[in-house]
């Protein structure tokens, strides 16, 4: 199984500042073929389900505003919020779908 | 709109049993792939199952094959978790999911439904 990792498990940002949140896979989730990295990031909110903010690493999902960004490719990939607003209150999990299905443990964003 | 709404949910002591559903409405549900996954209290969130388009494959994680069985009825748009041997780790909200027509992310949830294993 490819094992996800995320970093930091948490983080506090103030209003308008940059945030970063790392994810390592175990293995390379890059098919060669396709080109194409399988990891998608989701926004989790509490009490809501998880919404897709970014697939194949970097594609914004539609409506997803563009302060989010996502980039990396092989083992290491990155999701940023270029400008923290207050409602990017979250957890944020990244997940692979090269083989299977799997998540990192998530990563809660606070505004300092 | 797409619309996923999950049911079923509930509290069952260890050993037993549970059905969970699912009803899809606002897309054509035999087009995709449909998943379950599930998220333990206060902890991250793990796939269960999916099951293709037309029912013919079906995949699990490890601890919960043997135990839980995927399905789906496309003429009722439904998607059904049958649980049985239930365990106190197997305690979650439970979401149905649908896969990307792309690929295995998931682009849309429903609101989940509270499974609770205990005594």
């Known amino acids: 199984d490819i094992v996800m990792s995320q970093s930091p498990d948490s983080l506090a940002v103030s209003l308008g500042e940059r945030a970063t949140i790392n994810c390592k896979s175990s293995q390379s989730v890059l098919h060669s073929s396709k080109n194409k990295n399988f990891l998608a990031w989701y926004q989790q909110k509490p009490g809501q389900p998880p919404k897709l903010l970014i697939y194949?690493?970097?594609t914004r999902e539609s409506g997803v505003p563009d302060r989010f960004s996502g980039s990396g490719s092989g083992t290491n990939f990155t999701l940023t919020i270029s400008s923290l607003q207050a409602e990017d209150v979250a957890v944020y999990y990244c997940?692979?779908?090269?083989?299977?299905?799997?998540f990192g443990q998530g990563t809660k964003v606070e505004i300092k | 709109e797409v619309q996923l709404v999950e049911s079923g949910g509930g509290l069952v002591q260890p050993g037993g049993s549970l059905r969970l559903s699912c009803a899809a409405s606002g897309f054509t549900f035999s087009s995709y792939w449909i998943s379950w996954v599930r998220q333990a209290p206060g902890k991250g969130l793990e796939w269960v199952a999916n099951?293709?388009?037309?029912?013919?494959?079906?995949y699990y994680v490890d601890s919960v094959k043997g135990r839980f069985t995927i399905s789906r009825d496309n003429a009722k748009n439904s998607l059904y978790l049958q649980m049985n041997s239930l365990r106190a780790e197997d305690t979650a909200v439970y979401y149905c999911?649908?896969?990307?027509?792309?690929?295995?992310?998931?682009?849309?949830w429903g609101q989940g439904t509270l499974v609770t294993v205990s005594s």
């Open positions: 194949w690493a970097s």
């Open positions: 997940q692979q779908y090269y083989s299977s299905k799997t």
């Open positions: 999911a649908r896969d990307s027509a792309e690929a295995g992310f998931f682009d849309y």
């Open positions: 099951i293709k388009q037309d029912g013919s494959e079906t």
